[in-house]
């Protein structure tokens, strides 16, 4: 059975850091072009981060330079370092990948307020 497992959120505030962690079971991890995705209330569900297999990286506009995707495929584990958050990035956070359908986790929470 494959299980998508976030770690990391918190409370921040603006200008801090925040690692967030997916480890994902009961899949090839090592093949899987991975993606962290964000929700904020009242918004729809947008594309953050993306790594491929090879460690290929895409980034939204909205934290390229900020936000850095990285992968240990050792660990089976997809990471999200976020740098300068602003409140703006308040969401919560998912990992997912596709491989014949959508594959989510359950999500963690990001607030950034002072």
């Known amino acids: 059975q494959v299980q998508l497992v976030e770690s990391g959120g918190g409370l921040v505030q603006p200008g801090g850091s925040l690692r967030l962690s997916c480890v994902v079971s009961?899949?090839?991890?090592?093949?899987?072009?991975m993606h962290w995705y964000r929700q904020a209330p009242g918004k729809q569900r947008e594309l953050v981060a993306g790594i491929t297999s090879n460690g290929n990286t895409n980034y939204a506009d909205s934290v390229k330079d900020r936000f850095t995707i990285s992968r240990d495929n050792a660990k089976n584990t997809v990471y999200l370092q976020m740098n300068s958050l602003k409140p703006e990035d308040t969401a919560v956070y998912y990992c997912h990948y596709w491989f014949v359908r959508d594959y989510w986790g359950q999500g963690t929470q990001v607030t950034v307020s002072s």
């Open positions: 009961g899949s090839i991890f090592s093949t899987r072009t």
